[in-house]
């Protein structure tokens, strides 16, 4: 395998008696795009702020780029934190160039780099406004670019679409996966499986500040898989849980998602459904990351 | 700390600052204010008219009575006759002339009882003329405010008259030596204190001395303000999540500090180069209303330079404290009760002031001036004053910077914490908890 672009390595992290982040290992291969996934209150926003030299953890260590962190190393990563906001007075031109020096950049070149990224965002013509002119979307789109404005080789984004309408969420993950298509590293958190689901390629679940599932998306998906099955049927398809051989039944409309007991027969299964139900679909279905992430968390209790 | 990092900081700092409008109105009504300041007075006394109540006494006997007659009308206190509604001028004069006492000691008493009588507001001032002074050219002049110039200024003319006057009759009119006799009178203007009385260091000495040490307390406060509002902005509109992933909280406060203090030091320069420009002595002089003997203050460069010196120690010495409370709470009304600690070791130099102005070497007033926490504003106003021996100056701005260094590691220590820290008011004792995190 490819040397990681980010290792972390048993790092944990300790308020008082309560446990932010505990014992977390996990590595993230370069060009992909890596979803830290879980609750809210799991542990994502510490560990990132700790990968980003923002806190420092009680034990264990960071790497970057194959060696132990040094301070230089973070000037190739564009990180966007979770809890983010601008200098309400400057003017978006001014406050990119200022973000964009900070990580190095000529001044000119940061103006430059900033009117790229102005266009591109679609708002070459608010270059001149001041911030706090903007729509909170707006300053989104802003603190992307500012995020990406260096050019950097990992990009962290602490829940990035939290807060977007559907629209600049679109714009987001456009972004991203051109990001991803220039062989930069992404690394984002969230706690919505539908979009880690779309756009990862690796996977960290962590809850209560501990990993409970990584790796590959589509290979955990396969292993996992064999085990949930679609059910579309009349009737109240959420007693199908009684059904000897069912571990769980999540109900839809109509239909309903059933996770099976790892040693059950799904013929078995299906012979007991049609007894109570009329069914008219039982087919074996790939797990969604949502269902993986319930078991997991289930198991992992 | 990255230097690079901290000057985009302070760049940032210092250019959005500077270019508000605020910034500029500040800078020119400032000085705008202290030339009204200087200025007035002295327009509204060339018009205002004041009665005074003088005494002279004259032991030649041979000039009071003129120059009761020129300024008022004769006057007898023997006879009790007083001459009352003179005008010289546009000065209203009332004078009362006493005969000197027989002996030296009683002359001694007379003069005490003179004094007196100009602090129970009897009589506004009292002039001796002995031969000796006037053969040099000098009369006392005694008064409990020695800055009324018109005053002084009518009262010399009219003595050097009357003198003038009486050395030509003397000399027998010859025109001759007119040229040579029409010398004028110095008025030596003593002080009438509690204490007797003393030299005096000069009324426009004290008021520029008032002006700066005013200034200073003004900027420090108004400018640690700015670097805890700022401070608190950055923390309330969580731009400061975005900056702290490229610089480390050291630097972040440091390039507040730098940026904002540039800025202090940029209004500064416009402020005492007014100052200097209105002040010196050709820009005095083209100021013809001004009346005679009033002496405009006058800052000297090496005063502007321990100005600027004594601001920056100030300016650190506060903000940083400012800077920390900005870190630690969440909103403007949380900060503001702590912020009132600075404000309280600010005003104590204030509450000192009159003191210091008095007697500014005193062991006291040089004690509280090494102080590290009043030496800005306190050996500023010495300095002002009376310049004390380079040794305490040297070892007050030492001590101070060292006390500085401690500030702001101290304060350093509070703010990284601090600034990532959201929600409920931090007490005291969480707060010194942050200052002990390793």
């Given at each position: 395998?490819?040397?990681?672009?980010?290792?972390?390595?048993?790092?944990?992290?300790?308020?008082?008696?309560?446990?932010?982040?505990?014992d977390?290992?996990?590595?993230?291969?370069?060009?992909?795009?890596?979803?830290?996934?879980?609750?809210?209150?799991?542990?994502?926003?510490?560990?990132?702020?700790?990968?980003?030299?923002?806190?420092?953890?009680?034990?264990?260590?960071?790497?970057?780029?194959?060696?132990?962190?040094?301070?230089?190393?973070l000037?190739?990563?564009?990180?966007?934190?979770?809890?983010?906001?601008?200098?309400?007075?400057?003017?978006?031109?001014?406050?990119?160039?200022?973000?964009?020096?900070?990580?190095?950049?000529?001044?000119?070149?940061?103006?430059?780099?900033?009117?790229?990224?102005?266009?591109?965002?679609?708002?070459?013509?608010?270059a001149?406004?001041?911030v706090?002119?903007?729509?909170?979307?707006?300053?989104?789109?802003?603190?992307?670019?500012?995020?990406?404005?260096h050019?950097?080789?990992?990009?962290?984004?602490?829940?990035?679409?939290?807060?977007l309408?559907?629209?600049?969420?679109?714009?987001?993950?456009?972004?991203?996966?051109?990001?991803?298509?220039?062989?930069?590293?992404?690394?984002?958190?969230?706690?919505?499986?539908?979009?880690?689901?779309?756009?990862?390629?690796?996977i960290?679940?962590?809850?209560?500040?501990?990993?409970?599932?990584?790796?590959d998306?589509?290979?955990?998906?396969?292993?996992?898989?064999?085990?949930?099955?679609?059910?579309?049927?009349?009737?109240d398809?959420?007693?199908?849980?009684?059904?000897?051989?069912?571990?769980?039944?999540?109900?839809?409309?109509?239909?309903?998602?059933?996770?099976?007991?790892?040693?059950?027969?799904?013929?078995?299964?299906?012979?007991?459904?049609?007894?109570r139900?009329?069914?008219?679909?039982?087919?074996?279905?790939?797990?969604?990351?949502?269902?993986?992430?319930?078991?997991a968390?289930?198991?992992?209790? | 700390?990255?230097?690079?990092?901290?000057?985009?900081?302070?760049?940032?700092?210092?250019?959005?600052?500077?270019?508000?409008?605020?910034?500029?109105?500040?800078?020119?009504?400032?000085?705008?204010?202290?030339?009204?300041?200087?200025l007035?007075?002295?327009?509204?006394?060339?018009?205002?008219?004041?009665?005074?109540?003088?005494?002279?006494?004259?032991?030649?006997?041979?000039?009071?009575?003129?120059?009761?007659?020129?300024?008022?009308?004769?006057?007898?206190?023997?006879?009790?006759g007083?001459?009352t509604?003179?005008?010289?001028?546009?000065?209203h004069?009332?004078?009362?002339?006493?005969d000197?006492?027989?002996?030296?000691?009683?002359?001694?008493?007379?003069?005490e009882?003179?004094?007196?009588?100009?602090?129970?507001?009897?009589?506004?001032a009292w002039?001796?003329?002995?031969?000796?002074?006037?053969?040099?050219?000098?009369?006392?002049?005694?008064?409990?405010?020695?800055?009324?110039?018109?005053?002084?200024?009518?009262?010399?003319?009219?003595?050097?008259?009357?003198?003038q006057?009486?050395?030509?009759?003397?000399?027998?009119?010859d025109?001759?030596r007119?040229?040579?006799?029409t010398?004028?009178?110095?008025?030596?203007?003593?002080?009438?204190?509690?204490?007797?009385?003393?030299?005096?260091?000069g009324?426009a000495?004290?008021?520029?001395?008032?002006?700066?040490?005013?200034?200073?307390?003004?900027?420090?406060?108004?400018y640690?303000?700015?670097?805890?509002?700022?401070?608190?902005?950055?923390k309330?509109?969580?731009?400061?999540?975005?900056?702290?992933?490229?610089?480390?909280?050291?630097?972040?406060?440091?390039?507040?500090?730098?940026?904002?203090?540039?800025?202090?030091?940029?209004?500064?320069?416009?402020?005492?180069?007014?100052?200097?420009?209105?002040?010196?002595?050709?820009?005095?002089?083209?100021?013809?209303?001004?009346?005679?003997?009033?002496?405009?203050?006058?800052?000297?460069?090496?005063?502007?330079?321990?100005?600027?010196?004594?601001?920056?120690?100030?300016?650190?010495?506060?903000?940083?404290?400012?800077?920390?409370?900005?870190?630690?709470?969440?909103?403007?009304?949380?900060?503001?009760?702590?912020?009132?600690?600075?404000?309280?070791?600010?005003?104590?130099?204030?509450?000192?002031?009159?003191a210091v102005?008095?007697?500014?070497?005193?062991?006291?007033?040089?004690?509280?001036?090494?102080?590290?926490?009043?030496?800005?504003?306190?050996?500023?106003?010495?300095?002002?004053?009376?310049?004390?021996?380079?040794?305490?100056?040297?070892?007050?701005?030492?001590?101070?910077?060292?006390?500085?260094?401690?500030?702001?590691?101290?304060?350093?220590?509070?703010?990284?914490?601090?600034?990532?820290?959201?929600?409920?008011?931090?007490?005291?004792?969480?707060?010194?908890?942050?200052?002990?995190?390793?």
């Open positions: 395998m490819e040397q990681p672009s980010l290792e972390i390595k048993s790092v944990r992290k300790t308020y008082g008696d309560f446990v932010a982040v505990d977390v290992t996990t590595a993230v291969p370069p060009g992909t795009v890596f979803g830290l996934l879980g609750p809210n209150g799991a542990g994502k926003t510490t560990t990132i702020r700790m990968v980003m030299d923002i806190i420092a953890p009680d034990s264990g260590e960071i790497l970057l780029f194959g060696r132990p962190r040094r301070r230089e190393d000037e190739r990563i564009g990180y966007l934190p979770e809890e983010r906001g601008l200098y309400r007075k400057m003017t978006v031109t001014e406050h990119l160039a200022f973000l964009g020096e900070l990580h190095g950049l000529r001044h000119r070149d940061a103006v430059e780099r900033a009117e790229r990224w102005l266009e591109r965002l679609e708002l070459a013509d608010r001149k406004s001041k706090e002119e903007l729509s909170k979307g707006m300053q989104q789109k802003i603190q992307l670019a500012g995020t990406v404005l050019d950097p080789a990992v990009v962290i984004l602490d829940e990035p679409f939290s807060g309408d559907p629209i600049n969420q679109g714009l987001f993950k456009d972004v991203l996966a051109e990001f991803k298509r220039e062989g930069r590293t992404i690394l984002f958190s969230t706690h919505v499986m539908e979009q880690a689901e779309k756009l990862c390629d690796h960290c679940l962590i809850s209560h500040g501990r990993v409970v599932l990584q790796g998306l589509a290979a955990l998906k396969r292993e996992r898989g064999g085990n949930s099955y679609r059910l579309v049927a009349e009737g398809l959420a007693t199908a849980e009684e059904v000897p051989g069912v571990a769980a039944a999540v109900p839809g409309i109509g239909e309903a998602r059933l996770i099976l007991e790892p040693d059950a027969v799904g013929s078995e299964v299906l012979r007991e459904l049609t007894r139900f009329a069914v008219s679909e039982f087919r074996s279905q790939e797990p969604d990351l949502e269902e993986i992430f319930i078991k968390v289930r198991d992992a209790a | 700390m990255r230097l690079d990092k901290v000057r985009v900081l302070i760049k940032r700092e210092y250019v959005s600052r500077v270019k508000t409008k605020g910034f500029w109105i500040s800078t020119i009504l400032v000085p705008g204010l202290f030339a009204a300041l200087a007035l007075p002295a327009l509204v006394m060339s018009k205002t008219t004041t009665g005074q109540h003088l005494v002279v006494v004259d032991e030649t006997n041979s000039v009071a009575g003129a120059l009761a007659e020129r300024l008022g009308g004769p006057s007898d206190e023997s006879a009790g007083e001459s509604g003179g005008d010289m001028g546009r000065v004069f009332q004078v009362t002339i006493e000197p006492a027989g002996s030296a000691a009683e002359r001694e008493r007379q003069r009882r003179l004094g007196r009588r100009v602090l129970d507001e009897d009589i506004d002039v001796w003329i002995t031969p000796e002074g006037l053969a040099d050219d000098r009369v006392e002049y005694h008064a409990e405010s020695v800055s009324n110039f018109l005053t002084q200024e009518v009262l010399e003319k009219a003595l050097s008259q009357v003198v006057r009486q050395r030509l009759t003397q000399a027998g009119f025109p001759d007119v040229s040579e006799l010398r004028s009178v110095d008025l030596q203007t003593v002080k009438v204190t509690e204490a007797g009385a003393r030299a005096e260091a009324f000495g004290v008021a520029l001395a008032y002006v700066l040490f005013f200034l200073l307390y003004m900027i420090i406060i108004i640690g303000q700015q670097v805890m509002n700022g401070v608190l902005e950055e309330s509109s969580r731009a400061v999540e975005i900056v702290i992933s490229s610089v480390r909280p050291f630097e972040l406060m440091m390039g507040k500090l730098i940026g904002v203090g540039l800025v202090g030091l940029t209004q500064l320069a416009v402020w005492l180069g007014t100052m200097a420009a209105l002040t010196a002595p050709a820009v005095v002089a083209s100021l013809s209303y001004m009346p005679e003997g009033v002496s405009m203050p006058r800052l000297e460069p090496s005063l502007a330079l321990h100005f600027a010196v004594c601001f920056l120690l100030g300016y650190f010495l506060y903000a940083s404290f400012y800077a920390a409370i900005g870190s630690a709470f969440n909103n403007i009304q949380e900060a503001q009760q702590f912020a009132s600690v600075a404000v309280i070791f600010l005003v104590a130099p204030l509450v000192l002031f009159p102005v008095n007697d500014p070497n005193a062991t006291w007033a040089t004690v509280a001036s090494l102080v590290p926490l009043f030496t800005p504003l306190l050996m500023m106003l010495r300095i002002a004053i009376q310049t004390p021996p380079l040794w305490q100056i040297v070892l007050g701005y030492s001590l101070t910077a060292v006390f500085v260094c401690f500030m702001v590691w101290l304060t350093s220590r509070i703010y990284r914490v601090g600034i990532l820290m959201v929600g409920k008011k931090p007490t005291l004792k969480e707060i010194w908890r942050w200052v002990r995190y390793a």
